[in-house]
């Protein structure tokens, strides 16, 4: 399985993205699935999972009310549909498949995600 992140880009604070993270050669219908991000100089953090049937997500507190994951298993597509964007998120933002099959109520582990796609930049302008 291939995971393949799109959808960033600029923008002025305020506004909106969608990302989203297709998977290939495989299916990730039974896997949880999670976006982290890494802005420059910086640890890569955590900003939203979900389970893998959709009925559990689990967000950062710094996204939390402005961010929305969401899933198709029909697709293999992972979304993330970010709201009031500030320029501290700013960031490469990256999904990842997680072996984790239960439901998310708290921050996950980043050692339980096992496939990572390769990261699509977002950049908000003040």
């Known amino acids: 399985v291939q995971l393949q992140a799109s959808g960033g880009g600029l923008v002025q604070a305020g506004g909106s993205l969608r990302l989203s993270c297709l998977a290939s050669?495989?299916?990730?219908?039974?896997?949880?699935m999670g976006w982290f991000r890494q802005a420059p100089r910086q640890q890569r953090e955590f900003v939203a999972a979900i389970s893998w049937n959709g009925d559990s997500q689990f967000y950062a507190d710094s996204v939390k009310g402005r961010f929305t994951i969401s899933r198709d298993n029909a697709k293999n597509t992972v979304l993330l549909q970010m709201n009031s964007l500030k320029p501290e998120d700013t960031a490469v933002y990256y999904c990842?498949?997680?072996?984790?099959?239960?439901?998310?109520?708290?921050?996950?582990?980043?050692?339980?995600?096992?496939?990572w796609g390769q990261g699509t930049q977002v950049t908000v302008s003040s």
């Open positions: 990842a498949k997680s072996y984790y099959t239960g439901s998310y109520y708290h921050v996950p582990a980043s050692y339980e995600f096992d496939l």
């Open positions: 050669g495989g299916t990730i219908r039974q896997n949880g």
